[in-house]
């Protein structure tokens, strides 16, 4: 059976969308999981790649102080800089994990970051939730390790930037990175082939600031 981690992930939703189609799926995170917790290590991710020899990882790092929108205030505030620099750190750890295939996902990220992680001379690929049938904008870039890129599924002519206009609350992070399900599922073909012949068997949705969402094709 196919051993997949999210990374990055307390809400349990991408994990139990893999769980659904017969993949052997866990979550780590260092908050507690808001899903079944018999498939959630709470802990650091390093801990929970020694704990099996992992099929696929998707990851979804903090990009607070890694993507472009933010580059500004790096030279503004002090602490950020070193912040930024161990973000990248954490970023650059996940993609060469020693995992057969790998995603990591992010924002478009800055220059310093890309430096910092080592992909300046890597091109990632951009997407957005409105070419898979979710009405909203934004830029989401993934780096990759043996797997395919996704494929247009359903392209949206409304768009909205619903995650940027979310207004401040003392949630508003948490919510920001929670799984939105979308107002239409995403009926198009599948999105690619797993490495290992098997059929990807999540379609991409939507994103919401740390993470790329999967759902299940019902």
């Known amino acids: ?48 790649l020694d704990r099996k020899d992992w099929d696929l990882m998707i990851a979804h790092p903090p990009c607070t102080y890694l993507c472009n929108s ?11 800089w070193q912040k930024m620099v161990d973000g990248a750190v954490f970023f650059r750890k996940l993609l060469n994990a020693d995992v057969p295939r790998i995603a990591v996902e992010n924002p478009i990220m800055h220059k310093y970051a890309k430096k ?7 091109e990632p690929q951009t997407i957005q939730p409105y070419q898979f049938g979710e009405p909203e904008s934004k830029a989401i ?18 768009r909205e930037h619903r995650v940027h206009n979310m207004g401040p609350s003392d949630d508003r992070s948490k919510e920001r990175s929670r799984f939105f399900e979308g107002r239409r599922r995403c009926h198009g073909r ?25 759902m299940s094709k019902l």
């Not at 933010?70 to 950020?80: N, P, S």
């Open 1 to 48: 059976m196919t051993k997949v981690l999210v990374a990055c992930e307390y809400s349990g939703i991408v994990r139990d969308a893999f769980r659904k189609k017969g993949y052997d799926a866990y979550s780590c995170d260092l908050r507690e999981t808001e899903s079944d917790p018999d498939y959630h290590f709470r802990e650091d991710v390093f801990k929970t």
């Open 70 to 80: 933010g580059v500004r205030w790096l030279h503004e505030k002090q602490d950020r």
């Open 116 to 122: 910092v992680a080592g992909v300046q001379n890597e």
């Open 141 to 158: 870039c993934l780096w990759t390790r043996n797997l395919p890129e996704l494929e247009k599924t359903d392209v949206v002519e409304e």
């Open 190 to 214: 599948p999105v690619g082939k797993h490495p290992l012949n098997i059929l990807l068997p999540l379609l991409f949705v939507t994103y919401d600031r740390r993470r790329l969402y999967f």
